[in-house]
Nanobody, 127 residues
Framework: QVQLVESGGGLVQAGGSLRLSCVASGRTFSRYAMGWFRQAPGKEREFVAATSWSGGSTYYADSVKGRFTISRDNAKNTVYLQMNSLKPEDTAVYYC????????????????????WGQGTQVTVSS
């Protein structure tokens, strides 16, 4: 497992942008598949985006496709979520997650498949 710390959340008006960061501890970050999830009040956690350990494969929830971009910098042990054209319905606590992926470069979209989670960062989009 790795330790994950998210940052970059905040309050933004609809149509605005935010970039979330998730810094991971450990020397093998480059072999971890990473994902972003979110949970709004009274709702279940939902998948947002995922990247393989190389960054060569990414996958997005339909609700964010074309607006959000996941990327990673393995030299900095960091994964990012660039969020553009934000909507009030994007308001939630955003969590990053990690799972050791070995040599297979794949994305993981099931939350239960991840074994490390950050503490979350709040994103609030006002209308």
């Amino acid at each position: 497992q790795v330790q994950l710390v998210e940052s970059g959340g905040g309050l933004v008006q609809a149509g605005g942008s935010l970039r979330l960061s998730c810094v991971a501890s450990g020397r093998t970050f480059s072999r971890y598949a990473m994902g972003w999830f979110r949970q709004a009040p009274g709702k279940e956690r939902e998948f947002v985006a995922a990247t393989s350990w190389s960054g060569g494969s990414t996958y997005y929830a339909d609700s964010v496709k074309g607006r959000f971009t996941i990327s990673r910098d393995n030299a900095k042990n960091t994964v990012y979520l660039q969020m553009n054209s934000l909507k009030p319905e994007d308001t939630a606590v955003y969590y990053c997650a990690a799972r050791a992926a070995g040599v297979i470069d794949y994305v993981i979209i099931e939350g239960d498949a991840y074994d490390s989670w950050g503490q979350g960062t709040q994103v609030t989009v006002s209308s």
